[in-house]
């Protein structure tokens, strides 16, 4: 079967750095996805990777390792806004998103 | 750009009626679109793939008569909820692909909440 999985919580510090991991076992790979979701709203895109290595985007980062099956989220300088559910997501080879249950983030001051 | 609009964005209805929630592609063509629920908690869960002009994909263990999805034009889907009972009460998403894509990214509507009384 395929399975996403993340970290229910993590809490952190604001001001400092957090890594949210998710690995994956799908049928077929077509990029993975992260996305933050504050509660009773629809997720925002965060990044894609598709390849191997780390993406930088601002604040945030992400990370692929297609041959084990694993990405992280790195989020630097966190702010009390970055409090919210951060969704991993793979596409599969029928192109569809396999979802992970999500990791919500506390951040405390 | 690549915006979806949802609405209602929140309802109420009493058990046995049906509602209709509208998603839009407001400045894109969707091709695709992907009607989600989502439980407190919980990863959001496919429904069904609905392409412009087709008839809904529904995933296993989706009664197709209960939820209603029609594509009609490449900017507007609808999800109708027949005879909603308290169990149907979730929060729904669709997502809409324009096919063109990088990535094939889907870009997500803002949610519905829905509540069966």
């Known amino acids: 079967g395929q399975n996403i999985d993340q970290p229910t919580e993590m809490t952190a510090t604001e001001g400092a750095i957090v890594q949210i991991n998710c690995t994956y076992q799908?049928?077929?790979?077509?990029?993975l996805f992260w996305y933050q979701q504050h509660a009773g709203e629809a997720p925002t895109f965060l990044s894609y990777?598709?390849l191997d290595g780390l993406e930088e985007k601002g604040r945030f980062s992400s990370f692929l390792s297609r041959s084990k099956g694993y990405s992280y989220l790195l989020l630097k300088e966190l702010q009390m806004k970055d409090s919210a559910s951060y969704l991993c997501?793979?596409?599969?080879?029928?192109?569809?998103?396999?979802w992970g249950a999500g990791t919500k983030l506390i951040i405390k001051p | 750009g690549a915006v979806v609009s949802q609405h209602p964005s929140r309802v109420i209805c009493k058990s046995g009626t049906s509602v209709k929630i509208e998603c839009r592609s407001l400045d894109f063509q969707a091709t695709t679109m992907f009607w989600y629920r989502q439980f407190p908690k919980k990863s959001l869960m496919l429904m069904a793939t609905s392409n412009e002009g087709s008839k809904a994909t529904y995933e296993q263990g989706v009664e197709k008569d209960k939820f209603l999805i029609n594509h009609a034009s490449l900017t507007l889907s609808t999800l109708t909820v027949t005879s909603a009972h308290p169990e149907d009460s979730s929060f729904y998403i669709c997502g809409a692909s324009d096919g063109v894509s990088s990535y094939n990214e889907q870009f997500f509507g803002p949610g519905t909440r829905l509540t069966v009384l």
């Open positions: 990777n598709v």
């Open positions: 997501a793979v596409m599969d080879s029928n192109y569809q998103l396999i």
């Open positions: 799908t049928s077929g790979f077509n990029g």
